[in-house]
T-cell receptor, first 116, second 115 residues
Framework: DTEVTQTPKHLVMGMTNKKSLKCEQHMGHRAMYWYKQKAKKPPELMFVYSYEKLSINESVPSRFSPECPNSSLLNLHLHALQPEDSALYLC???????????????FGAGTRLSVL | AQSVTQLDSQVPVFEEAPVELRCNYSSSVSVYLFWYVQYPNQGLQLLLKYLSGSTLVKGINGFEAEFNKSQTSFHLRKPSVHISDTAEYFCAVIPMDTGRRALTFGSGTRLQVQP
């Protein structure tokens, strides 16, 4: 089972709303990632969690707040977003153990976010 | 730092024809290399990877890629494409020697298979 589950699949929100994106995996992976993908562009890394600790933050604005409550779950809390934040948000996970060769990242289907 | 270049933004090809999607990379350290495919309105699926050993790697759906260290390339090939191969293809790298486990992606190549 190499499944990463993201909910919701689609989200429409206003600029004053607060919402959360959820990501779940049950592969025993200890590294989890958030990527942002604009239309016709490659994914761009936002955050990396390793063993439930934030290890990489790619200078993401504070209106995006990640949370890793346990090794299987990763959330992305959204507040006061701008229309330009509309994108596909992808979650990924990897083993993050032993050899780096085992750090194959498996992606979820993404949440398509529209900010009005 | 690493960078990945996919020179072809779009590749139109007829069904059952062969195809090659080009990928070149730049890095000051050795890297692992990957090809991911993204079907419309979906996430990314791993096609194949090069970690070590034989430079010719085989992946899912009949795809293969060849790692050429001297040319810093990792081109993706398929001898006969199907309509269902229409998708966006991303080449990506991870550096071997650092703790940074984040993928650096190329800009993507849109493969359009026509009947």
């Amino acid at each position: 089972d190499t499944e990463v589950t993201q909910t919701p699949k689609h989200l429409v929100m206003g600029m004053t709303n607060k919402k959360s994106l959820k990501c779940e995996q049950h592969m025993g992976h200890r590294a989890m990632y958030w990527y942002k993908q604009k239309a016709k562009k490659p994914p761009e890394l936002m955050f990396v969690y390793s063993y439930e600790k934030l290890s990489i933050n790619e200078s993401v604005p504070s209106r995006f707040s990640p949370e890793c409550p346990n090794s299987s779950l990763l959330n992305l809390h959204l507040h006061a977003l701008q229309p330009e934040d509309s994108a596909l948000y992808l979650c990924a996970s990897s083993q993050d153990r032993g050899s780096l060769a085992k750090n194959i990242q498996y992606f979820g289907a993404g949440t398509r976010l529209s900010v009005l | 730092a690493q960078s990945v270049t996919q020179l072809d933004s779009q590749v139109p090809v007829f069904e059952e024809a062969p195809v090659e999607l080009r990928c070149n990379y730049s890095s000051s350290v050795s890297v692992y290399l990957f090809w991911y495919v993204q079907y419309p309105n979906q996430g990314l699926q791993l096609l194949l990877k090069y970690l070590s050993g034989s430079t010719l790697v085989k992946g899912i759906n009949g795809f293969e890629a060849e790692f050429n260290k001297s040319q810093t390339s990792f081109h993706l090939r398929k001898p006969s494409v199907h309509i269902s191969d229409t998708a966006e293809y991303f080449c990506a790298v991870i550096p071997m020697d650092t703790g940074r486990r984040a993928l650096t992606f190329g800009s993507g190549t849109r493969l359009q298979v026509q009947p």
